[in-house]
């Protein structure tokens, strides 16, 4: 089925594209957010490589249950046709309560359909205090008056 954003992109669409990324993986619903890869996606996630929406749908399973209280924000780094640089940071904490910002940066390839055939993403992990956090947020979609990356100095 065809995604509503579809290559090549322009600005507008690339910093939309990224945003509804960023919503769907804060509802942190692995089956919803599979959708968006086409079936046969290749992933890399910091050492891990994954095919597939099945193994998308369980490594995100995975890392939600190990990813606790997650918050995410994406930013547009570039463009061109049919692909997006983004940048990213999240927080979270693990089950003994050591928060954490992990901040990557993503390279993006979409196919004609508008669906991701390519991901990968570099991450690093920094641990932080309770009160070092920076996304104050209910569960689920950023709000729109949250402030970004940029707007945060990160």
């Not at 547009?76 to 692909?83: L, S, T």
């Amino acid at each position: 089925m065809p995604r509503p954003l579809f290559p090549p992109f322009d600005e507008a669409t690339a910093r939309l594209k990224v945003r509804l990324a960023e919503d769907a993986w804060n509802t942190q619903q692995p089956e919803q957010v599979a959708l968006a890869y086409t079936p046969d996606s290749v992933w890399r996630n910091r050492t891990d490589f994954v095919r597939g929406r099945a193994e998308i749908i369980a490594f995100l399973a995975q890392k939600w249950t190990k990813e606790l209280d997650y918050r995410l924000i994406k930013e547009v780094w570039a463009w061109d046709a049919n692909r997006i640089a983004v940048r990213f940071a999240y927080e979270w904490q693990n089950v003994r309560g050591q928060w954490f910002r992990s901040y990557g940066n993503e390279n993006w390839e979409f196919d004609l359909a508008g669906l991701m055939r390519m991901r990968h993403a570099s991450i690093n992990d920094l641990k932080i205090t309770e009160g070092e956090r920076l996304f104050h947020w209910p569960k689920g979609r950023r709000p729109d008056e949250h402030p970004g990356l940029t707007e945060l100095g990160l």
